[in-house]
């Protein structure tokens, strides 16, 4: 009898403790299944700002460079100002068939895969939540001075777009058809071999390109294609003459401002240096 009371006492003990125990308030569940804020789309009537940007670093006299506080400075503008960073599928949708993108889309790329994309520029981007692609020449991955295909890896697992920036980073405009297609296919080769990728993108180094070179990569499977040629990227424009917006040393944060809402934006350069394109 004794044994039978203490039994039931520890039952109703537990009853107890199970009803003193805390639990999750309606408001409280509600709130964790409240439905984020959508993001407003639209069709952009002036096209959108396609950002070019080559080396991050403490080269201040240099147009092809932009000091590391500058594009903290200029991505922290875009993440204040709501700007959405959109993909190049995303990029590519508007500029082909005319569809919708977040209200005040940019696009962020990145030329040549320097080292200090990885360093800088991938947890800069992370931070803010922001999409970017990399156009990287396949040949120089694993070179030293550039990117190796680690590090490469590590960026396309954190969420960016790496596409081709050719084989051996050559002028498009001094090779013959055979010689570009031949460079596009390695290109091509090697990124679907390293990162299981069928590639769609491409930047033409040094930003000239030909009707045969444009040619040569629709037939390759490759959807846009960017140029140095100044202006922001519409719809009904040539796919394979994607216009970019130039990022250097020269563009202080107000001309930055112009560069990202306005098509008609002052243009400025200190000077190129070839080396870095």
């Not at 190796?148 to 396309?156: A, G, I, P, T």
Request: net charge negative; glycine share 6%.
């Amino acid at each position: 009898m004794r044994i039978w009371k203490l039994a039931c006492l520890a039952i109703l003990c537990c009853f107890l403790l199970v009803g003193c125990t805390p639990t999750q308030s309606d408001d409280t569940a509600k709130a964790d299944k409240a439905p984020q804020a959508q993001v407003e789309m639209a069709v952009p009537k002036q096209g959108i700002p396609v950002l070019m940007y080559h080396m991050i670093g403490d080269v201040p006299d240099n147009d092809a460079v932009l000091l590391e506080s500058h594009f903290r400075e200029q991505m922290k503008f875009l993440k204040d100002n709501d700007f959405h960073p959109i993909t190049l599928d995303q990029l590519y949708d508007y500029m082909v068939h005319n569809k919708p993108v977040p209200v005040r889309p940019v696009v962020l790329t990145f030329d040549d895969g320097y080292p200090d994309t990885y360093s800088i520029v991938m947890p800069v981007l992370k931070e803010y939540g922001f999409a970017g692609t990399v156009f990287v020449p396949t040949y120089d991955t694993d070179q030293g001075t550039r990117l190796n295909w680690q590090q490469v890896k590590e960026m396309q697992a954190a969420g960016l777009t790496i596409a081709s920036h050719s084989y051996h980073h050559e002028r498009a405009t001094e090779m013959t058809g055979r010689t570009f297609a031949d460079e596009i296919k390695k290109s091509q080769a090697e990124l679907k071999e390293q990162l299981g990728i069928t590639n769609e993108y491409f930047c033409y180094p040094y930003g000239g390109y030909t009707k045969s070179a444009g040619d040569a990569l629709k037939a390759a499977g490759i959807k846009l294609a960017f140029t140095m040629d100044p202006g922001w990227a519409k719809y009904g424009d040539n796919p394979y003459a994607v216009k970019r917006i130039w990022i250097g040393n020269a563009v202080d944060i107000e001309n930055f401002k112009q560069r990202v809402t306005t098509p008609q934006y002052e243009e400025r350069y200190l000077y190129y240096f070839r080396g870095y394109l």
